[in-house]
């Protein structure tokens, strides 16, 4: 039972447009969700993140949304670069106590085209 | 302050062999986390280790073991390889102490060969 879903395996975008990572769970006790970006032989590097008592954050060319009642949360990229294309992973945090075990999707592959 | 670090790098072993991975967290961090990565299964945690004490446990059998000693050092060791446990075995590590903790910092992993 997979309860961090990335349904899209790779996307490709053209430098200077907007690349749109999308991720939906079904466990609603997740209150923490973060984004992490992997390049090959390395290990992945935290991006961004957001509580679940928000629904949008923002850090420079990078914007999370969060829509709770759809389970679905979004990473934006704008303007892409380059140097953005790797593998994005979702990944969710069960609220309460010390459980800090994360669950992960299986990545989305960006490539943005020069 | 140095990052995550992972030894050995790349691992070739052969099936029914025993392995052990470490993994060394960024100092002040004291949680230890391990995870499997395969291209099929994506990311799949397999413990976490807080304090010397193992806090949390995936769904791995029990070949898959791990510990953690008081530097905050963790070893984790896979006995009787499968085929199916070559994966890149990735360590993160984070403070560990409460909400600031959310983020965790990987290493590179440790690449396992299993033939």
């Known amino acids: 039972d997979q309860q961090v879903k990335q349904n899209s395996p790779s996307l490709s975008v053209q430098e200077g447009r907007i690349s749109i990572l999308n991720c939906d769970y079904t466990?609603?006790?997740?209150?923490?969700f973060l984004w992490y970006k992997k390049y090959p032989a390395e290990g992945p590097t935290f991006l961004i993140s957001?509580?679940?008592?928000?629904d949008k954050n923002e850090d420079g060319r990078f914007t999370v949304f969060l829509n709770k009642s759809a389970k679905h949360l979004s990473l934006h990229i704008v303007p892409s670069q380059p140097g953005d294309s790797a593998v994005y992973f979702c990944?969710?945090?069960?609220?309460?106590?010390?459980?800090?075990?994360?669950?992960f999707g299986k990545g989305t592959l960006l490539t943005v085209n020069p | 302050k140095a990052g995550v670090t992972q030894t050995p790098r790349y691992l070739i072993k052969t099936r029914g062999q025993q392995v052990t991975l470490s993994c060394s967290p960024i100092?002040?961090?004291?949680?230890v986390s391990w995870y499997q990565q395969t291209p099929g299964q994506g990311l799949q945690f397999l413990f976490e280790?807080?304090?010397?004490?193992?806090?949390n446990k995936g769904n791995f059998p029990g070949r898959f073991s791990g510990r953690q000693f008081s530097n905050s050092r963790s070893e984790m060791n896979v006995s009787t390889l499968e085929l199916g446990d070559s994966a890149l075995y990735l360590c993160?590590?984070?403070f560990g102490g409460g909400l600031s903790s959310n983020e965790q910092f990987f290493g590179p992993g440790t690449r396992l060969t299993v033939l």
């Open positions: 280790y807080f304090s010397e004490t193992q806090r």
């Open positions: 990944a969710a945090r069960l609220g309460g106590g010390s459980n800090y075990k994360l669950t």
């Open positions: 466990n609603s006790m997740f209150d923490y």
């Open positions: 957001i509580s679940s008592i928000k």
């Open positions: 100092s002040g961090h004291r949680s």
């Open positions: 993160a590590s984070s």
